[in-house]
């Protein structure tokens, strides 16, 4: 979801939610919850129909039928519950259940919108104790306290008792697990790279480090240098450089100050895999086709919205009410990312990203991403981006129709979906949103570079591609001021964008790139963005398309006038964020204004180093190259948290990505994102409650939790994971 999600209504998702032992109890403490303990009685506890609650030993058992499809389809629990909005909770009861069954434990609304305002999903076996914390965002005197048994497809029994609910206990105080004071890239460093590392310390004079083997012998050492404090985290740090040390070695370490790094590697070409995992990622995002298990060991499932039920499809989607009279068949594409939405403006960058990788990156051009399309004729790449392609294409508004030649801005659920929820599970009406002018250059834009990459491979669809992206092009410049509201942001992201310069911009570079014609190239020469500094803090997203068109201008073969210009300025901003670099006690290529971190920064910081990696093949020069490898470090580990960014890349990495499907912090069921996953990373604005109750206060890079449940910090998406590709395909390029 990404940027967007700022338009989120936070009582949607309503909660923070802390696993632990509660605090003390304190006088105030108020019980929730009437006969938890069931004294000769269930009441006022219910249970679901045809599983009546028997009592056994004390305790209230329910034998859970089989055959049910979801969690909440069979549950026992108390209504009619107080909750005050910023009020803390305990909840603890004591549970069983027939071995490796799970039990969802909820608090929320008894009514519709039943809104969750907190959920945990404990693994079951004997009867255990369990206690968790919570603050509630939303008064309500419809509260609910229930045990969600349903969706195992064979019959068990579970057993509740001692459920509890007491307000006024003290928040407990969110302490990040940081690990070892030496930060380091936990995947890598190449043999011939530079070797950088981070020591966090209250030292003001140089220290001693050393490098050492699996067996702890030492292979190198030296002094630190001092820093200072690191606006970024606050930090007092030291940098440690290492890259004199040049062997192929597995299992290192540093120590300095009394402390020892997380392990890591010098030269093993882990990059290599990493761009074939993080391309991987679409193939489980796609939408309308089946995911097979042959091909994602423990990711396969049925295909998501294609009319069967209890999707309504994506077959035949009606526009929203009043916006149009036809429905459009927009099967297909990829999930945007934790949700079930499909949104164009940031499928446009993600494709721009694979296409992008595809056309300067050749070592790409082979990856085997083991993708049902596998062993045709066209790499597996532009096979992969052609699936989403296909999607942005039958977004446009048919001949004949109002603002024919525009693109529907987005298409989602009609209203917002709790987690976890397969996407063939998904209940919810689809609608077709708006047309905008954004959304039909980002069709523009990758229309016409897909008309040049698959020329060879297809060249009926070439053709058909670049028609559409003259179409649309045309349709924008009819429409050039049709923006999509900042208010429609519920079952989705509003994705909302009224600076359109950039993807006109964008879109006319593309055309000029593959059609070289006049009017394209006059284009690209009048617009504002032709001759302005497009390199800020951000290079380029969803929303600053600008770098993007800059970026190809530069690399792609043409006769634009002006080009070395163009480069130059290409180089600038390269140069740019190395001075950024250089500065920052991490090593990281970003200084957002008033170390306000932003959404999403993870892929920003990659994106930034695609601009860095341009610069590269450019010029040649290494510093360049160097600048891409230090600053991928800070995905890998070197940062204030201590934590790969990359799920399954490194000693410590995120895990729990917000997802409906990748959710096994809420459904042990569930696999957790694939390897190669990029997570936001840290969100100064923590929009999401989880993010508000823990992370209050915190400074730049702390502002990160990996939970499922804080969108604003922790979700994937589609375009983040195209920066993490693009940066690791070059790496392993210049391996």
């Known amino acids: 979801m990404s940027r967007w999600e700022r338009s989120r209504i936070i009582g949607l998702t309503a909660v923070l939610l802390t696993v632990g032992i509660a605090s003390p109890a304190h006088a105030d403490e108020v019980e929730q919850i009437v006969n938890g303990g069931f004294d000769g009685t269930a009441d006022p506890f219910w249970s679901t129909a045809g599983m009546p609650i028997a009592l056994d030993d004390g305790r209230a058992c329910v034998d859970v039928p089989g055959g049910t499809t979801n969690r909440w389809d069979a549950a026992i629990g108390q209504n009619d519950i107080d909750l005050v909005a910023g009020e ?42 369990y206690e968790y914390t919570f603050t509630a965002s939303t008064s309500t005197a419809q509260g609910q306290v229930a045990f969600q048994v349903g969706g195992s497809p064979e019959p068990w029994r579970f057993c509740v008792d001692n459920v509890s609910l007491v307000g006024g206990v003290p928040p407990e105080v969110y302490e990040p697990d940081t690990g070892p004071r030496v930060r380091v890239n936990q995947v890598g460093y190449l043999t011939d790279g530079p070797k950088n590392a981070t020591v966090v310390t209250a030292a003001t004079t140089p220290l001693g480090w050393e490098l050492k083997d699996a067996s702890g012998r030492t292979l190198a050492k030296g002094r630190t240098t001092p820093h200072g404090i690191d606006e970024s985290s606050g930090q007092n740090v030291h940098t440690i450089d290492f890259s004199r040390y040049r062997r192929t070695t597995a299992g290192l370490t540093l120590s300095a100050d009394g402390e020892t790094s997380r392990p890591f590697d010098i030269g093993t070409r882990a990059y290599a895999q990493l761009r074939t995992d993080a391309l991987k990622l679409y193939y489980t995002q796609r939408s309308g086709i089946e995911i097979r298990d042959d091909l994602r060991p423990g990711y396969g499932r049925p295909a998501g919205h294609v009319d069967v039920v209890p999707n309504q499809g994506d077959g035949a989607v009606p526009c929203q009410p009043g916006v149009c009279d036809y429905t459009l068949d927009v099967r297909g594409g990829w999930y945007d990312a934790g949700d079930h939405g ?115 491979f297809d060249v009926a669809f070439a053709k058909r591609a670049l028609a559409a992206a003259r179409v649309a092009y045309d349709a924008a410049k009819t429409n050039p001021v049709r923006y999509a509201p900042v208010e429609d942001g519920i079952g989705g992201g509003a994705y909302n964008d009224d600076k359109v310069t950039d993807e006109f911009y964008w879109a006319a570079a593309e055309l000029y790139l593959s059609t070289g014609e006049k009017k394209y190239r006059d284009d690209v020469l009048a617009s504002p963005e032709h001759t302005a500094d497009v390199f800020g803090p951000v290079a380029f997203d969803w929303a600053a398309t600008a770098a993007a068109a800059r970026i190809d201008l530069a690399l792609v073969p043409n006769r634009l006038p002006g080009l070395a210009a163009v480069k130059a300025s290409v180089v600038r901003g390269a140069d740019k964020y190395l001075a950024i670099q250089r500065g920052h006690g991490y090593g990281v290529a970003y200084a957002p204004a008033n170390n306000v971190w932003d959404w999403g920064s993870s892929s920003i910081i990659a994106n930034n180093l695609v601009v860095v990696a341009a610069a590269h093949k450019l010029t040649g020069r290494d510093r360049y190259r160097d600048g891409v490898l230090i600053g991928l470090d800070y995905l890998f580990g070197r940062n204030a948290l201590n934590i790969s960014y990359v799920t399954g890349y490194g000693e410590v990495s995120s895990q729990n990505q917000h997802s409906r499907w990748y959710a096994r912090q809420l459904d042990p069921s569930l696999p957790n994102p694939p390897p190669g996953t990029l997570a936001g990373g840290p969100n100064s604005s923590i929009q999401d409650p989880v993010a508000q109750a823990k992370l209050a206060g915190c400074v730049g890079q702390f502002c990160y939790i990996d939970d499922i449940q804080s969108w604003a910090t922790n979700e994937l998406t589609i375009n983040w994971n195209a920066a993490l590709a693009w940066v690791s395909a070059y790496v392993a390029e210049n391996d």
């Open 88 to 129: 803390t909770y305990r909840l603890s009861f004591d549970a069983s259940g027939d071995a490796g069954h799970v039990v969802r434990a909820v608090a929320g609304l008894a009514v519709a919108p039943y809104d969750t305002y907190f959920e945990q999903s404990p693994i079951l076996g004997d009867l255990t104790h």
């Open 342 to 456: 499909k949104y164009v403006v940031n499928g446009g960058i993600s494709v721009w990203g694979l296409l992008s990788e595809y056309e300067h990156l050749k070592g790409s051009r082979k990856v085997n991403l083991a993708i049902p399309e596998s062993g045709n004729r066209t790499p597996d790449l532009l096979d992969e981006a052609r699936w989403e392609l296909e999607f942005l294409l039958s977004m446009q508004v048919p001949t004949g129709h109002p603002y024919a030649g525009m693109v529907h801005h987005k298409i989602h659920d009609a209203a917002w979906t709790g987690l976890p929820l397969l996407p063939h599970l998904d209940p919810q009406p689809r609608e077709l949103h708006p047309v905008s002018t954004a959304a039909t250059l980002n069709v523009a834009a990758t229309a016409a570079q897909a008309a040049r990459i698959y020329r060879p």
